[in-house]
């Protein structure tokens, strides 16, 4: 029932930014912790970070700890990433996840019911 879309991936330079947006529809945006993965060629998604239903804690994989931000806006159904300092290495597709309706976060990609359809992120050597 619940849809998501991401954007705002793209071609960058190492060192640029990028903001990823994820709109939400088919459900209580409010209900739903969000995260986001990404997944490279040949590697297994990762995880990279989720937000709480309300915004009040996030929490961060060490791998991009101090460079990426999520966000979210309650009243416009959407979450963010946004991306600083980037490498070649976080060349991926980017995805975002819902939780189940009423269900907190969670690092593990099992635990999440609704997926995008993801947004590549090149980052240039």
């Known amino acids: 029932q619940v849809q998501l879309v991401e954007s705002g991936g793209g071609l960058v330079q190492t060192g640029g930014s990028l903001r990823l947006s994820c709109a939400a529809s088919g459900g209580t945006f409010s209900r739903h912790a969000m995260g986001w993965f990404r997944q490279a060629p040949g590697k297994e998604r990762e995880f990279l970070a989720f937000i709480s239903r309300r915004g009040g804690s996030n929490y961060y994989a060490d791998s991009v700890k101090g460079r990426f931000t999520i966000s979210r806006d309650n009243a416009k159904n959407t979450v963010y990433l946004q991306m600083n300092s980037l490498k070649p290495e976080d060349t991926a597709v980017y995805y975002c996840?819902?939780?189940?309706?009423?269900?907190?976060?969670?690092?593990?990609?099992?635990?999440?019911?609704?997926w995008g359809q993801g947004t590549q992120v090149t980052v240039s050597s």
């Open positions: 996840a819902a939780s189940p309706p009423d269900y907190s976060g969670s690092t593990s990609r099992s635990w999440y019911a609704y």
